[in-house]
C-alpha cells in the first residue's frame, strides 16, 4: 500500500470525513495541468491524463476510462488501489455497496456545477452526503511543485486571424441575445483564445492559469497573477480588457448582484456557483457562447493549420527516412522519442510538443497512452510493430499525427490488422455527410472493419484539435458515445482508429482533418491536413477496395507534391520510395 494512502486515510478520520473523491485536474478543469497539480498521481502513482480516485477507511478505488486501462493495471500494483473502468463501473454504486456510509469531502474547486448537481442526489439516495471540503493535497503534499508562473505572450493577428475586442463584440451581443449579463470564463484554453494570449504554465498546452469574463457590452476582465504579465504585454492588451488580481473575483461577482451571470455548467468549478448563491446573484449555467466559437478556425487559422502540417510533415518525413540506421543500433523507445522532437525543433514556429510523444514497441503499442518511461524503455530489435503517436505546437497550428511502422518481417496477422485499421481511417476521410450530422453519427465508419473480424478499440475515432492550444478541443469529436455537436466548416478533428491486442502489438493510423464544404450543395466532407506516407509494408493490398487503393495512392501523391520542396535529397529519395502506387 502507498504511504500516501494511508496518510489520507488519517487526514479523513481528523476531519470526520469517511470518504474523499480526488480527480485528475485542477481549479481551471482542464484535461491536463501542470505538476503542481499532479495530485492523483502522487496519491495513487498512475498518471494518465483523466481519472479519479475515491478513498475511504477500508476501499480504494482509481476510476479511468479505456485509454488507460492496461496502463493503470501496471501503475497500481501494491498501491493499495483497486482500478475500474469508468466507463462501466458507477463509482457511486460502488459507494453504495461500501459498509460504512457517511459524507464524502470533495474539493469545490476540482469539481464542474454539472458533477455536482448530477451525483448529489445520486449519493444522498445511497445514503452519502457530499461535502464541501479543503484539499487535503494542501497538508499532505510534501515537495509538491509550486503553482506555475510562467509570463503571457500576445498570439498576434497573423495568427489568431481574429482581435480580441472582435471577438468580444460579437460574442457579448450573442449574450445579450441570451439574456445574461457576462460569463465567467474558467477554461484556461477558453480564456486564451479569446483574450489572443497565450503562455507555458502547463506542459504541452500554451495557456496561463488565469480566469475571464465576458461582459454583454463587449468588453472583458482579465484576473490573473500580476507577476505574469510583463510592462510590454500590458501594452499590447487590447483597451477593452481590465486587469485584476485573482483575489478580486469574488469582488466583481458581487458587483453583479441581481443580473444573470453565465456559469457554464461542465467548465465551471462548483466553488464559483456557491460565490454567486453568497453574493444574492442569478446563475445560468447552460453552455459557453465561446465554446463553439473557438472550434470553428477562421481562415487565418485554417491556412495556419496547413503551414504547420507541412512543416510537421517534413520533421516527420526526415525521421522516418532516418530511421532504417537507427533501427540498426536497436534503439529505445525514449531515444526515439526524443529525436522525433528534435527534428520537429528544426522547423519555424515550433515551440514544443504538443504532448509527450507514444513510442510503443510491439506490446507497449497495445497501451493506447503509453509512454515510454526515459531510463530503461523497450529496446526495437527483430521483428514486430512500432507504434508512434506524437505532434507538435507551432506558432500557426497544433498538430497530432499517429503512424504504425513494420520493423523487419512483422508478419501476416499484423498486415491484416493494420489493413483492416487503414480501411476505417480511409472510410472517415473520404466520407461526405450532410450539414447538421454529428462525429457520432459517423464513427461506424471507421469500426465497421474491425467489427467485421470481431475486434474494436475503447477510444474515440476522433477529438477535436486547438489553433496553437489544446491538442484534445471540444466540442466537436467522432465517437461512439451520445454526441449532439454538428459537425461545422472550419472544425478540425483527428481521424484514428486503433487496434489493440495486449502482449502483441498495436495498430493506430491517425491524420488531422478539416471540416469543407463538399461539392454537393448542404454537404460536408473532410480535407486531410496531415502530409506523412502510411506504411505500405504493413498494407495487405488484397484487403483493400479498387477505390481505397486509387484513395492510398491520391494520398501519396498529394504528399509526394507537397513534400518534394521541403527535404533534402536523401529524404526525398525515401519519400519517393514511400509514396510508390500500389496494386492489388
Not at 70 to 93: C, I, P
Not at 158 to 180: I, M, P, T, V
Not at 342 to 358: G, K, L, M
Request: with cysteine; hydrophobic share 40%; net charge negative.
Amino acid at each position: 500500500m502507498r504511504p500516501t494512502l494511508s496518510a489520507l486515510r488519517a487526514w479523513l478520520k481528523h476531519h470526520q470525513l469517511d470518504a474523499f473523491i480526488l480527480p485528475h485536474g485542477d481549479p481551471y478543469l482542464g484535461e491536463y495541468v501542470a505538476s503542481h497539480d499532479e495530485g492523483l498521481c502522487w496519491l495513487t502513482g498512475f498518471s494518465g491524463s483523466a481519472g479519479f480516485a475515491v478513498v475511504t477507511q477500508h476501499q480504494a478505488w482509481l476510476y479511468t476510462d479505456g485509454r488507460y486501462q492496461t496502463q493503470g493495471a501496471q501503475q497500481l500494483v501494491n498501491s493499495g488501489f483497486e482500478l475500474r473502468h469508468s466507463g462501466r463501473a458507477k463509482w457511486d454504486e460502488d459507494l453504495a455497496a461500501a459498509e460504512a456510509k457517511g459524507a464524502i469531502g470533495f474539493d469545490p474547486w476540482l469539481h464542474s456545477i454539472e458533477w455536482h448537481a448530477q451525483y448529489e442526489k445520486k449519493l444522498a439516495a445511497h445514503h452519502w452526503r457530499l461535502m464541501a471540503a479543503a484539499n487535503p493535497l494542501k497538508e499532505l503534499w510534501q515537495g509538491r511543485p509550486p503553482v506555475p508562473a510562467a509570463l503571457v505572450e500576445i498570439q498576434g493577428l497573423n495568427f489568431a486571424g481574429e482581435s480580441s475586442a472582435d471577438k468580444c463584440r460579437r460574442l457579448g451581443e450573442k449574450l445579450a441575445a441570451q439574456n445574461a449579463a457576462a460569463e465567467l470564463v474558467n477554461d484556461a484554453t477558453l480564456v486564451a483564445w479569446l483574450l489572443n494570449i497565450r503562455g507555458r504554465d502547463v506542459a504541452h498546452i500554451p495557456v496561463v492559469q488565469a480566469r475571464a469574463m465576458l461582459h454583454a457590452s463587449g468588453q472583458a476582465e482579465l484576473f490573473i497573477d500580476p507577476h505574469k504579465l510583463s510592462d510590454a504585454v500590458r501594452a499590447q492588451l487590447d483597451a477593452h480588457i481590465t486587469v485584476h488580481r485573482p483575489d478580486q473575483l469574488q469582488h466583481v461577482i458581487k458587483s453583479l448582484h441581481g443580473k444573470t451571470l453565465r456559469l457554464p455548467s461542465a467548465h465551471t468549478p462548483y466553488a464559483l456557483l456557491q460565490y454567486v448563491h453568497e453574493a444574492g446573484g442569478v446563475a445560468d449555467t447552460s453552455a459557453s457562447v465561446i465554446l463553439t466559437a473557438r472550434a470553428i478556425k477562421n481562415q487565418t487559422e485554417q491556412d495556419g493549420a496547413r503551414r504547420s502540417h507541412l512543416r510537421d510533415a517534413a520533421a516527420l518525413v526526415q525521421f522516418f527516412a532516418a530511421l532504417p540506421e537507427l533501427i540498426k543500433t536497436a534503439p529505445r523507445e525514449a531515444e526515439l522519442a526524443r529525436v522525433i522532437a528534435q527534428h520537429r525543433a528544426r522547423q519555424a514556429d515550433y515551440v514544443e510538443e504538443s504532448f509527450s510523444a507514444i513510442v510503443g514497441w510491439q506490446g507497449n503499442g497495445a497501451i493506447v497512452h503509453y509512454r515510454a518511461p526515459d531510463e530503461g524503455s523497450a529496446q526495437i530489435a527483430g521483428n514486430g510493430v512500432l507504434l508512434i503517436d506524437s505532434g507538435g505546437q507551432y506558432r500557426c497550428g497544433t498538430t497530432d499525427i499517429t503512424r504504425t511502422i513494420a520493423i523487419g518481417a512483422p508478419g501476416a496477422h499484423a498486415k491484416e490488422m493494420y489493413t483492416r485499421v487503414l480501411k476505417g481511417h480511409l472510410a472517415i476521410a473520404r466520407a461526405q455527410f450532410p450539414v447538421g450530422t454529428t462525429g457520432g453519427q459517423l464513427d461506424a465508419l471507421a469500426r465497421q472493419f474491425l467489427w467485421a473480424a470481431g475486434l474494436d478499440y475503447d477510444h474515440g475515432t476522433g477529438h477535436g484539435v486547438g489553433s496553437f492550444l489544446s491538442v484534445h478541443e471540444g466540442p466537436q469529436r467522432i465517437s461512439n458515445r451520445p454526441d449532439s455537436t454538428a459537425l461545422e466548416v472550419g472544425m478540425i478533428l483527428s481521424n484514428e482508429p486503433g487496434c489493440y491486442l495486449p502482449g502483441k502489438f498495436g495498430v493506430r493510423i491517425e491524420n488531422l482533418v478539416l471540416v469543407i464544404p463538399a461539392e454537393r450543395p448542404n454537404f460536408l466532407r473532410f480535407e486531410t491536413l496531415t502530409l506523412v506516407p502510411y506504411d505500405c509494408a504493413l498494407i495487405d493490398a488484397a484487403l483493400l477496395s479498387p477505390d481505397e487503393i486509387v484513395q492510398i495512392n491520391q494520398y501519396h501523391a498529394e504528399v509526394l507534391a507537397a513534400l518534394s520542396h521541403a527535404v533534402d535529397e536523401k529524404t526525398k529519395a525515401f519519400l519517393l520510395a514511400q509514396t510508390q502506387s500500389i496494386s492489388a
